[in-house]
C-alpha cells in the first residue's frame, strides 16, 4: 500500500512489499523515474525470498512533492540526502540499497557519506559518481536518438496517450535487445496515471544544481557490493560495470546477457533474484 512519508522537510510517496521485520532493501530509480519502474513482480519476488522491499518516487516523480517545470528548489545533494531521511522516516537503522542508473549514484554517495545506515549495495546499469575516471562512451545510436530529441516537441501534458507512447519510445532507446514493448506500454501507462502532473517529471532532474559535491573515490565504498550489468546497455556500456566491479574493494560483478539499460527484466530474474537474496542474506 503506498503512504506518504515526511522526508526532509516534504513528502515522498513510498510503497512497501513483505514483513517489516526481514532485511529491508530500499530501491532506489533512476533520473526523472518513479517508483513504478520497479516492476510489482520483481518486487513482490524479492519479498517472497524474505526481504522488507521499499520503493518510492523521487521528488517530482509519481505523486511525491513537486516543483515548477524548469524551477526545481533542490539539488543532487537532496537526493542523496533523501535516502537516509527515508530510513529514518521508516524507522530503520539501515538497509540494502538496490539503485539503478542515477539511483546507483545516489546508493554510492550515501554508502560513502554514510556507511552505518548501509547494509550492502546493488548497482544495477550505473556507473561511477565520482570524478577522476576514464569510461566508455554511450553507444551511437543512443547518441543519435538524443540529438533527435533534443528538438522534438514535448507533448501536451494533458494527452495521457501521447505521453505513454513518448516514454515507449524512449525505453526503445535503451533497449536495443528484446524489448518487449506490451510490458514497458504498462509501467508507461501507470507511471503517466500516477503523476498528476508529467511536466516536472521530464524536466527537473535534468536541470537541478549538483549542490556540494561528494570527494570520494570507488574505493571509498566499504559497504559489501554486488554490481548488475546488461551486456547491452548502450548509456553505461559493458566497461562503466566491470570499472565498479573492479575499483569496489571486493566487488562482485553479475552479467546478464542481452539486458539493456533497464532494471532486470523478467527473463533474468531466475539469475537476478537468487544473487541478490545471496547477497542480501544476514551474515
Known amino acids: 500500500m503506498e503512504q506518504m512519508l515526511a522526508v526532509n522537510g516534504i513528502e515522498l510517496c513510498t510503497e512497501t512489499f513483505g514483513i517489516p521485520t526481514a532485511p529491508p532493501i530500499l530501491l532506489i530509480g533512476g533520473k526523472s523515474a518513479s517508483m513504478d519502474y520497479w516492476e510489482d513482480d520483481f518486487c513482490a519476488a524479492l519479498a517472497a525470498g524474505g526481504r522488507y522491499v521499499i520503493r518510492y518516487d523521487h521528488r517530482d516523480t509519481g505523486r511525491s512533492a513537486t516543483w515548477p517545470a524548469g524551477k526545481p528548489d533542490y539539488t543532487w545533494r537532496d537526493l542523496v540526502a533523501d535516502v537516509p531521511g527515508l530510513l529514518d522516516a521508516l ?62 516537441p514535448m507533448p501536451d501534458m494533458d494527452d495521457h496517450d501521447a505521453l505513454v507512447a513518448m516514454l515507449v519510445e524512449d525505453q526503445r532507446a535503451f533497449v536495443p535487445e528484446r524489448f518487449d514493448e506490451a510490458r514497458v506500454r504498462a509501467v508507461a501507462e501507470r ?44 548509456l553505461f556500456p559493458s566497461g562503466h560495470g566491470e570499472l565498479l566491479a573492479r575499483e569496489i574493494p571486493d566487488a562482485t560483478l553479475l552479467t546478464l ?5 533497464e532494471p532486470p527484466p523478467p527473463y533474468t530474474w531466475d539469475t537476478a533474484v537468487p544473487a541478490i537474496l545471496y547477497h542480501t542474506a544476514p551474515n
Open 257 to 261: 546477457d542481452d539486458v539493456g539499460h
Open 191 to 234: 507511471v503517466v496515471r500516477r503523476t498528476p502532473d508529467m511536466g516536472p517529471s521530464l524536466v527537473n532532474h535534468h536541470v537541478m544544481g549538483d549542490g556540494e559535491p561528494v570527494e570520494a573515490t570507488l574505493a571509498d565504498i566499504t559497504a559489501p557490493t554486488l554490481v548488475v550489468h546488461g551486456t547491452r546497455d548502450p
Open 91 to 152: 524507522g530503520l537503522d539501515k538497509a540494502h540499497l538496490f539503485g539503478i542508473s542515477m539511483g546507483g549514484a545516489l546508493a554510492q554517495c550515501t554508502a560513502v557519506l554514510h556507511p552505518e545506515r548501509v547494509a550492502t549495495v546493488i548497482l544495477n546499469q550505473t556507473t561511477s559518481a565520482f570524478e577522476g575516471v576514464e569510461l566508455p562512451p554511450i553507444g551511437e545510436a543512443l547518441a543519435d536518438f538524443f540529438a533527435a530529441a533534443a528538438d522534438r
